[in-house]
């Protein structure tokens, strides 16, 4: 039997205003990009995506320490 490999990519899809108020959507937006900066860091094989650019400006805004090396 031929052998297969399986990929995973960890994947966000957070909708900051249809359970949170916008600030508390932006909280679980961050500890979401926190994680997965966190599991890039502990594996070298880890990829992540997420649904909205729009939060990538958010965090780069906003967070802008944690994305330099």
Same mark, same amino acid.
């Given at each position: 039997? =031929?052998?297969?490999?399986? #990929?995973? $990519?960890?994947? /966000?899809?957070? *909708?900051?205003?249809?359970?949170?108020?916008?600030?508390?959507?932006?909280? =679980?937006?961050? +500890? %979401? #990009?926190?994680? +997965?900066?966190?599991?890039? @860091? =502990?594996? =070298? *094989?880890?990829?992540? %995506? /997420? %649904? /909205?650019? +729009?939060?990538?400006?958010? $965090?780069? %805004?906003?967070?802008?320490? @944690?994305?330099? +090396?």
């Amino acid at each position: 039997m =031929e052998k297969k490999k399986l #990929y995973m $990519i960890g994947n /966000s899809h957070i *909708d900051p205003v249809w359970f949170w108020n916008w600030e508390e959507g932006m909280q =679980e937006v961050k +500890a %979401t #990009y926190a994680s +997965a900066l966190e599991r890039m @860091r =502990e594996f =070298e *094989d880890f990829r992540f %995506t /997420s %649904t /909205s650019t +729009a939060f990538f400006v958010n $965090i780069l %805004t906003l967070r802008s320490h @944690r994305f330099t +090396a």
